[in-house]
Each structure stands twice: as C-alpha cells, then as structure tokens.
C-alpha cells in the first residue's frame, strides 16, 4: 500500500497483541471492543500475488474515551492503504 511498504493489493492477516483476526478481509480491518487509554500492538501480513509475505507493526494508543457505536462497542479505526 502506497506509503507502508505493503502491497496494495494481496491476501491480507491481521494481528491485534498476537491474537490473529481471522474475520479481517481485504486492506481494511476495524478492532473493535478497545479499552480507553491502553496500547496495543497491530501487525499487517500481506502476501502479494507472487506469494512474497511482507509485513508491518505499529503501535497504537486509543484515546480516552474511544468512539462507541449503536451497541456501545468501542473501536479504533486504522486504514493501512491510506498510512503516510
């Protein structure tokens, strides 16, 4: 993805502390259920159409407090196509 050292386009895994999201689709994931105030580890593996794997960690803080939606869960939102 432009910026991120990923490819824009491949089989994308998401990893939130370690746990695997195996419910992530595409180049966009939302981790839902965050606590305020608390940091977490984010992992990107990509594998690219050749089957060449790269891969990203960041580390995120959410904010105090994080946004709730209709059901009162919390969420950050991280769009590693768009990461500059």
């Given at each position: 993805t432009h910026g991120s050292g990923l490819?824009?386009?491949?089989?994308?895994?998401y990893y939130l502390?370690?746990?695997y999201?195996?419910?992530?689709?595409?180049?966009?994931y939302t981790?839902?259920?965050?606590?305020?105030s608390t940091q977490y580890?984010?992992?990107v593996v990509v594998q690219d159409k050749a089957g060449n794997?790269?891969?990203?960690?960041?580390?995120?803080?959410?904010?105090t407090p994080t946004v709730a939606d209709s059901k009162g869960r919390r969420f950050i939102w991280?769009?590693?196509a768009n990461k500059r």
């Amino acid at each position: 993805t432009h910026g991120s050292g990923l490819p824009a386009s491949g089989a994308y895994r998401y990893y939130l502390n370690g746990s695997y999201k195996p419910e992530a689709t595409g180049n966009r994931y939302t981790f839902t259920n965050l606590n305020p105030s608390t940091q977490y580890t984010i992992k990107v593996v990509v594998q690219d159409k050749a089957g060449n794997p790269a891969e990203q960690t960041i580390t995120v803080t959410t904010a105090t407090p994080t946004v709730a939606d209709s059901k009162g869960r919390r969420f950050i939102w991280y769009n590693y196509a768009n990461k500059r």
